[in-house]
């Protein structure tokens, strides 16, 4: 009997300790640090520059969600990742390298590319601008010229006057008279014939191997083997003895000096 209540007076020792360590500390004392209270509240707004300002954060909000298209359609993101699928494509490796590698290799590229326009709009908009140097007109018209023309040199005359005449509009005099309505359009459209001019180039050497090997399958009377299958060792191997990943991203590199 003394030997059972030994036992129920340590299941009650053990049950309290436990009991203490899992209760929260803010029981029994007051916390440390104090714990932030956030509120969110909708009220009237006593100035009507707490208006604009609310308007001007919801404007800039809706503009983040913006920034995948702003990336691929005002920079050299669509070429090369285009170009980077037509390799994909030619080689016939399915989904090596997958997408992830690829849009991290062709986001990559665009931040190099970039890097020069970047740096100029930092220097001449962003950086006055912060220094209240510009106002916020001044630093957008200021950070639009360099992307401006930049996408200028990458467009073709002949898809600029394509926009140009559907808008009625007359033949700007310079760079800085092109409205980003028409450019846009146009640098992509032209953007996209490139990247599939360089894709043709990059199948037709790879069409020629399995063009040969599936001629040699044929006169072996191996019918059932697919020639994709015996190409594709073939189509590797040519593209690691001459360096491919070298002279693509080369060539892509210097597609936009």
């Given at each position: 009997m003394v030997r059972k209540k030994k036992i129920n007076a340590w299941i009650i020792i053990v049950l309290t300790a436990l009991l203490l360590f899992l209760i929260p500390n803010g029981v029994f004392a007051e916390p440390l640090i104090p714990i932030p209270s956030i509120n969110l509240n909708v009220e009237t707004a006593q100035e009507p520059q707490q208006v604009v300002d609310s308007v001007k954060l919801l404007i800039f909000l809706t503009l983040l969600s913006m920034v995948p298209a702003f990336l691929m359609m005002l920079t050299?993101?669509?070429?090369?990742?285009?170009?980077?699928?037509?390799?994909?494509?030619a080689l016939g490796t399915q989904q090596t390298p997958p997408n992830q590698v690829l849009i991290g290799l062709a986001l990559f590229l665009t931040i190099f590319i970039m890097n020069p326009v970047y740096q100029d709009i930092n220097k001449n908009s962003i950086q006055p601008y912060l220094a209240n140097q510009l106002t916020y007109e001044q630093a957008t018209d200021q950070a639009a010229k360099p992307l401006r023309n930049f996408m200028v040199r990458q467009t073709r005359e002949?898809?600029?006057?394509?926009f140009l005449n559907i808008a009625k509009m007359?033949?700007?005099?310079?760079?800085?008279?092109?409205?980003m309505s028409v450019l846009v359009p146009a640098f992509v459209i032209s953007e996209l014939k490139t990247a599939f001019q360089i894709g043709f180039i990059l199948f037709v050497?790879?069409?020629v191997i399995d063009m040969v090997v599936a001629s040699t399958l044929m006169s072996m009377g191996m019918f059932m083997l697919p020639p994709v299958m015996v190409a594709l060792p073939f189509k590797l191997l040519l593209f690691v003895m001459v360096d491919g990943w070298y002279l693509v991203v080369k060539s892509l590199v210097e597609s936009f000096r």
């Amino acid at each position: 009997m003394v030997r059972k209540k030994k036992i129920n007076a340590w299941i009650i020792i053990v049950l309290t300790a436990l009991l203490l360590f899992l209760i929260p500390n803010g029981v029994f004392a007051e916390p440390l640090i104090p714990i932030p209270s956030i509120n969110l509240n909708v009220e009237t707004a006593q100035e009507p520059q707490q208006v604009v300002d609310s308007v001007k954060l919801l404007i800039f909000l809706t503009l983040l969600s913006m920034v995948p298209a702003f990336l691929m359609m005002l920079t050299s993101f669509t070429r090369i990742i285009v170009v980077l699928s037509f390799l994909r494509s030619a080689l016939g490796t399915q989904q090596t390298p997958p997408n992830q590698v690829l849009i991290g290799l062709a986001l990559f590229l665009t931040i190099f590319i970039m890097n020069p326009v970047y740096q100029d709009i930092n220097k001449n908009s962003i950086q006055p601008y912060l220094a209240n140097q510009l106002t916020y007109e001044q630093a957008t018209d200021q950070a639009a010229k360099p992307l401006r023309n930049f996408m200028v040199r990458q467009t073709r005359e002949k898809d600029l006057g394509l926009f140009l005449n559907i808008a009625k509009m007359d033949k700007p005099k310079n760079a800085n008279e092109v409205p980003m309505s028409v450019l846009v359009p146009a640098f992509v459209i032209s953007e996209l014939k490139t990247a599939f001019q360089i894709g043709f180039i990059l199948f037709v050497p790879f069409l020629v191997i399995d063009m040969v090997v599936a001629s040699t399958l044929m006169s072996m009377g191996m019918f059932m083997l697919p020639p994709v299958m015996v190409a594709l060792p073939f189509k590797l191997l040519l593209f690691v003895m001459v360096d491919g990943w070298y002279l693509v991203v080369k060539s892509l590199v210097e597609s936009f000096r």
